[in-house]
C-alpha cells in the first residue's frame, strides 16, 4: 500500500515538473515572438565593400554651427575617421573619390529613444533612414552583443545601450515583470545600488528610472548613479515629484510627456471635462519647470509625434493605419500583445466596449488638450534654453523604426523649433550628451554622415530625401539602402503578417 502511494506522488511530482518545464519555454518563445524574435533575420545583398579611404569631393557640407552649408568643400575618410574637412583637402598617395555635387552633407542622424526589442532587422532601417546612431532605451544582453559587433564590423548603427528599466514591485508580480519584460526589478534602496553596480559591469551605457520605481529606490538611483558615475535617464516615477528630479542625479528626462504627466498629477489628473482648467496649470507651472531643467542641466527628450499620435489611435485607428508603413514593422510586434499596433492590440485605441453615447467627443477633447500640454510644456523648454534630443521612441505604435526619425523631426518644426535647431538635436547635441565624437562634420569625428538631395535648413522634409549613408566610414548607396529595405519587408513578409498582405 505505501509502495503504491509514494509511486503515485513520484508519477504526479514528475508531471509537475514535465508541465512546468513546457509552460516556461511556451511563455518564454510567445514573448520573444511578440518581440518580433520569431522573424528571420534579413539578408539585403549589398554592393562590395566600400575603401577605407576615400574622398567626398564637391559637396555642401553643414557647417560647425549647424546655421548654413558652406559649398564645394570635401571630406577626407580614413578607417571610419574624418581626417579634414575644407575647399581642398590633399591626401597622400592615390584615393578612392566620390563626387557629392549637388548634395548637402549632414552628420548621421540619432534617435535618442529607440527600442530594438528582439530583432536585429531594425539596424538596417536606421541605416536606411540615416540614423547612425540609436540610444536603445530598454537595453538587453543581446543589444550589448549586437553593439559590440557593429563596434568590430557589423552593419548597423552605432548603439549606445541603456539598460531596461529600474522598476519596484512585489515578489510574486516582480518574477513575473523581470522574467516577461526583462525589466530590473528592485525592491529596495540597497537591491537598487547593487543592481546599477552589477548593470555597470555588464557593459550598459546609463541605467534608466521607470514609471514604477518607488520614491525611495528613485532617490537610491540617484545618489548610487552619482556614485558610479553613470547616466540616470529616463522617466519621472509616478511616486516621485518634481521636486525629486531636481534632487536626483537624472540627467535626460526621456520625453517631454514625462513633464506633462508629472503636472497632471499636481492638477489632480486631466480628463476630457477640465481640459481648459489643466492648460491653464501647464500655463501658470511651465516656465519654472522649465528654468530648473535648464539649472541642473537635465536634457529632455522629444517624443512628440508619438504624443500626437494618441488621439487618432484612440478614436481612428483604421483610418490611420493605412498611413503608416506597416510592412517595415516587425509582425511579431505589430501583432503581438506586448505593445502591439493593430485593431484588437493596440492599447491606445478604444475598446469597441467603450464606445458608448459620447465616446469620441470626450476622447477627442482630451487627447487635444494631452497634445496641447506638450506643444506648451516644449515653448516653455526652448525659452529656457533646455537641450531637447530627438527622440521617437520607435517601436511604440505607430513609430515605425528608422522612419519615425524623419516624422519626428517634422513635427518639432511644426511646433515651432528652427530646422537648423531640431538638426542639431538630432545630431551633434546627442553626441554631445552621449560623450561620443559623433554628431558633426569635422576633423576626428566618425565618419556618420548622410548626403541629402535637397537642403534640409530650408525644408525639414528634406531630411528623407537620402542619396548616401557613410556608417563608420562605410558607404551605402541608395541601391545598398533600397536593397536592405527590400531585405527588410520581405523577412517581415516571411513571418506572416497579415497586416501586410496587401
Ligand atoms: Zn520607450
Known amino acids: 500500500m505505501k509502495k503504491w502511494l509514494v509511486r503515485i506522488f513520484l ?14 519555454f511556451v511563455i518564454e518563445d510567445a514573448v520573444d515572438t511578440m518581440f518580433g524574435g520569431a522573424t528571420p533575420v534579413a539578408q539585403p545583398g549589398l554592393a562590395q565593400r566600400s575603401p577605407d579611404r576615400f574622398v567626398l569631393a564637391n559637396v555642401s557640407v553643414l557647417g560647425p554651427a549647424g546655421e548654413e552649408f558652406r559649398p564645394r568643400q570635401s571630406i577626407l575618410v580614413e578607417d571610419g575617421v574624418i581626417r579634414a574637412v575644407g575647399p581642398s583637402v590633399e591626401p597622400a598617395g592615390s584615393i578612392a573619390v566620390i563626387d557629392g555635387s549637388g548634395l548637402f552633407a549632414v552628420p548621421g542622424y540619432t534617435d535618442s529613444h529607440v527600442h530594438l526589442w528582439n530583432s536585429p532587422n531594425d539596424l538596417l532601417l536606421y541605416l536606411a533612414n540615416g540614423v547612425t546612431q540609436v540610444r536603445e532605451m530598454h537595453g538587453r544582453p543581446h543589444h550589448l552583443q549586437w553593439k559590440q559587433e557593429i563596434e568590430s564590423g557589423r552593419l548597423g548603427p552605432d548603439m549606445y545601450v541603456v539598460a531596461a528599466q529600474l522598476a519596484s514591485y512585489g515578489l510574486w508580480e ?28 555588464q557593459g550598459y551605457d546609463a541605467v534608466k528610472a521607470s514609471s514604477f520605481l518607488s520614491r525611495e529606490a528613485y532617490a537610491e538611483a540617484g545618489r548610487a548613479s552619482r556614485e558610479m558615475s553613470v547616466p540616470l535617464v529616463g522617466h519621472l516615477p509616478l511616486a516621485a515629484g518634481l521636486p525629486d528630479l531636481w534632487a536626483s542625479n537624472q540627467s535626460e528626462v526621456a520625453h517631454v510627456e514625462e ?20 492648460l491653464a496649470h501647464v500655463r501658470a507651472r511651465r516656465g519654472e519647470i522649465a528654468e530648473r531643467l535648464a539649472a541642473n542641466g537635465i536634457h529632455v527628450t522629444s517624443t512628440l509625434a508619438l504624443s500626437e499620435s494618441f488621439g487618432r489611435q484612440a478614436v481612428d485607428l483604421e483610418g490611420l493605419l493605412p498611413d503608416v508603413a506597416l510592412g517595415y514593422v516587425n509582425p511579431g510586434v505589430a501583432q503581438g500583445d506586448a505593445m ?126 537620402i542619396e548616401t549613408v557613410v556608417v563608420n566610414g562605410r558607404v551605402l548607396s541608395r541601391a545598398d539602402l533600397d536593397a536592405m529595405l527590400r531585405a527588410v519587408e520581405a523577412a517581415n513578409r516571411q513571418a506572416g503578417s497579415p497586416a501586410i498582405a496587401d
Do not use: C
Request: glycine share 10%; net charge negative.
Open 11 to 24: 508519477a504526479i511530482a514528475v508531471l509537475a515538473i514535465a508541465s512546468g518545464v513546457v509552460t516556461f
Open 259 to 278: 513633464l506633462v504627466k508629472a503636472l497632471g498629477r499636481e492638477f489632480g489628473g486631466l480628463r476630457s471635462t477640465n481640459a481648459e482648467a489643466f
Open 340 to 465: 502591439g499596433w493593430v485593431p484588437g492590440v493596440n492599447p491606445y485605441r478604444v475598446p469597441d466596449a467603450h464606445r458608448n453615447e459620447g465616446w469620441r467627443g470626450r476622447n477627442e477633447a482630451y487627447w487635444a488638450a494631452y497634445a496641447q500640454a506638450h506643444h506648451l510644456m516644449l515653448e516653455a523648454l526652448l525659452d529656457a534654453g533646455v537641450t531637447i534630443l530627438v527622440g521617437t521612441d520607435a517601436n511604440v505604435p505607430v513609430m515605425v523604426p528608422g522612419f519615425s526619425m524623419h516624422e519626428e523631426m517634422q513635427a518639432l518644426v511644426a511646433a515651432g523649433m528652427r530646422p537648423a535647431q531640431v538638426l542639431a538635436s538630432a545630431t551633434s547635441l546627442p553626441g554631445r550628451w552621449m560623450e561620443w565624437n559623433t554628431g558633426r562634420i569635422e576633423e576626428g569625428f566618425r565618419a556618420n554622415l548622410v548626403l541629402l538631395r535637397e537642403n534640409p535648413l530650408e525644408d525639414i522634409g528634406a531630411t528623407a530625401s
Open 174 to 201: 516582480g518574477l513575473w515583470v523581470g522574467w516577461t519584460s526583462g525589466r530590473n526589478v528592485v525592491r529596495s534602496p540597497p537591491a537598487t545600488a547593487r543592481r546599477i553596480e552589477s548593470l555597470v559591469e
